[in-house]
């Protein structure tokens, strides 16, 4: 039988450099991560929160267009089609977003609309057709 006591020591002193290659790995995040909050508060203490800046599509507004919920930009969404009394489309939108100084933040107004249509329509709240972007009708 064969003395494995020296492969364990061996083995050992390798777990043993991991972890110390591991603690300092873990220090150095620590330490980026105090600087990213730090960094963090700072913007917002410039711009404001981000979630202040550019409201996105929360659950809230489920195919009842009665429902008080979901984001601004969603509400926004939905009185603006009600408003037109029309089927509206993606410059429609733009346009009237424009006219209230609807905040984007950095984004782009136009892909910002286009995929929160997207996920409403998923949610069956809009519904596409050939005239442009209308509520979906609510069936009880």
Known sequence: MKDIRYDLRERLQ???KDSASLRSKLAQNDSEEVMLKALLQREDDRFGPLEASLPLLSNGIDGDQSNDGGTP???FIVNTIKTAGRPVTLD???TAAENVSFDFGAKKPGRVLHWALV???ENNIVVR???GWKLKEVTN
Do not use: Q
């Open 14 to 16: 390798a777990i043993a």
């Open 119 to 121: 996920a409403m329509s």
């Open 92 to 94: 429609d939108l733009k």
């Open 129 to 131: 057709n050939g005239e």
């Open 73 to 75: 930009l969603a509400r």
